[in-house]
């Protein structure tokens, strides 16, 4: 048997299942894969827990809340655990994990605190962070260079830039996609739509109904399919019946098969006020999905306007309808298909892109 390299945690006290979920529980298994000992450390009642006792990972609970690193016990508890455990290395996933667990992690002399920021959103210049970025993490991993620039604006005097690493999200890149099978077969001449993302406001679905009307209006033969719960299930299911959509526009609910998903469609419209940095395009692209999206966040780092997919005016539906609208005669420009499955080949593949976080633990 191999000798672990490494004692490695991951900390991440979300409780619902999202992309910075995914992302802690694909990479805690590449780096059992890779040899290492790796601890999953999640809030109680999480969906990355549960998923990783299911998968058999080693699992420790803890009930983490926004003021938790204020409770000394807490603190303490947790460094003590690192201490025993010969924690190595740990990855922090929120700003409460960051708060709770970098401090029990400096205290217990881990020698690798890394802090992964998902979203760019600003942050606040206050004298708890300052201290946080400044005297206790190593490292800050972004996966975007949209992050880097959220984390930096207004705080250019004090942050400190050397200790930034950038690590993209990726998909496995040896793996063929699977074309097997399809969850919807069209119609006649109709042009099958998707989008894919948890039903909230910031994944824009409301766009994607006014767009509907746009195309049904123009005597489009159309189907558009969105996979995805969320708390604006039943609103965005109130704007489809009022405007009459009923047979052209189908909220999926939560889809398990996400390849049969991908094969089923025809263009891909991503919605999105903001992005970290969106698995959902790296995984159309590597599909050759022709892939259509707001030119903001972090969206263009992954899709280049006329060459991987299409970047649209933020917001301009009229735009974005009359690029779906192209897709009537097929797609419009093929080779965006080859110039997208390319660029996440070359820029997006998780093995590879891991290798650097391996390096940090390394070192």
């Given amino acids: 048997m191999t000798t672990p390299t490494k004692t490695v945690c991951f900390f991440n006290s979300n409780k619902a299942w999202g992309g910075g979920e995914k992302w802690h529980f694909t990479t805690a298994k590449e780096f059992i894969r890779r040899g290492n000992k790796v601890l999953l450390l999640t809030n109680m009642r999480s969906e990355l827990g549960n998923k990783g006792v299911r998968e058999s990972l080693d699992v420790f609970r803890f009930h983490v809340g926004n003021l938790s690193f ?18 190595d290395a740990i990855v922090l996933n929120l700003p409460a994990d960051l708060k709770l667990a970098g401090l029990a992690a400096r ?6 605190i890394i802090y992964r920021r998902g979203m760019p959103h600003p942050l606040r210049n206050t004298w708890l962070n300052r201290f946080l970025f400044t005297n206790v993490l190593t490292h800050v991993v972004v996966n975007s260079k949209e992050i880097g620039r959220s984390l930096k604006q207004g705080n250019e005097s004090w942050f400190p830039e050397n200790k930034m690493v950038l690590i993209y999200n990726g998909v496995d890149t040896s793996k063929e996609v699977d074309k097997s099978k399809k969850l919807y077969e069209k119609k006649g001449n109709e042009v099958v739509i998707g989008n ?6 910031q994944k824009g679905q409301k766009y994607l109904i006014e767009m509907a009307k746009l195309l049904k209006a123009d005597g489009m033969n159309f189907k558009l399919l969105i996979a995805g719960e969320g708390e604006l299930h039943k609103d965005l299911q109130k704007m489809i019946d009022e405007a009459g959509l009923q047979e052209q526009v189908k909220l999926l609910g939560h889809v398990s098969d ?15 006020l903001y992005e970290g940095s969106a698995n959902t395009l790296i995984e159309t692209l590597q599909y050759g999905l022709p892939t259509v999206c707001w030119d903001i966040s972090s969206n263009p780092e992954i899709v280049e306007d006329g060459k991987t997919g299409w970047l649209v005016k933020p917001f301009d539906v009229q735009a974005m309808t009359k690029i779906v609208a192209s ?3 097929g797609n419009p420009n093929a080779a965006v298909v080859e110039n997208g499955v390319g660029k996440v080949k070359r820029e997006f593949d998780s093995k590879v892109n891991l290798n650097r976080l391996e390096e940090i633990f390394s070192s």
């Fill in 196 to 201: 894919a993302g948890r039903l909230t406001e």
């Fill in 70 to 87: 204020l409770n000394p016990v807490k603190v303490l508890t947790l460094a003590v655990f690192f201490k025993v455990k010969g924690v």
């Fill in 107 to 112: 205290i217990a002399g881990v020698k690798k």
């Fill in 327 to 329: 897709f009537k005669n």
């Fill in 258 to 272: 996400m390849p049969a998903f991908f094969n089923s469609l025809e263009v891909f419209v991503f919605t999105s």
